[in-house]
């Protein structure tokens, strides 16, 4: 019985250790293993570059007024986010999906690509909004070997419910 126990209490340990969970502003998620981690005021900041050069990062940006409507909100952080980082990017999300709702926020997924040493790359911006907040996490990759990552990842990402 001691054996079980002490066996159960080293297993609930190890758990822990691995499914550690960290917040920033309205997020909260679970580190991406192997990734370098870097935090500013205003953003969370994961990167992973590989020997061959293919890299993913993952932004999770600090919360901040809504502008008037989804689609505004969706514009105004590709822009700041996509745009003004990325080198050649979309000037203009390929694609938007909306009204998919994510911890009680308002969802929207912007989907595009831009350009890294002449190889196309993709980059997923989810706009969450909740009230008058709006928030938005940012995935840029270069590989496909990045889904799985960016797919756990984002499994693990949960928004605060604020009032």
Request: with cysteine.
């Amino acid at each position: 019985m001691k054996k079980r126990l002490l066996l159960f209490l080293i297993m609930f340990a190890t758990i822990n250790v691995f499914a550690q969970t960290d917040s920033f502003d309205v997020f909260t998620y679970q580190p991406p293993e192997f990734f370098t981690k870097s935090e500013l005021q205003s953003e969370v900041y994961f990167n992973m570059t590989n020997k061959d050069g293919s890299f993913c990062t993952i932004t999770l940006c600090k919360r901040q007024p809504a502008k008037k409507d989804v689609l505004k909100d969706v514009i105004g952080q590709w822009n700041e986010q996509v745009v003004k980082r990325l080198p050649k990017a979309n000037k203009k999300p390929a694609r938007i999906m909306t009204e998919q709702f994510w911890d009680g926020w308002v969802s929207t997924l912007a989907v595009g690509n831009f350009y890294q040493n002449k190889k196309k790359c993709v980059v997923l911006l989810y706009s969450f909004r909740k009230n008058q907040t709006s928030a938005c996490a940012v995935f840029a990759f270069s590989d496909k070997i990045f889904k799985g990552p960016v797919e756990d990842f984002s499994k693990n990402l949960h928004l605060i419910n604020q009032q």
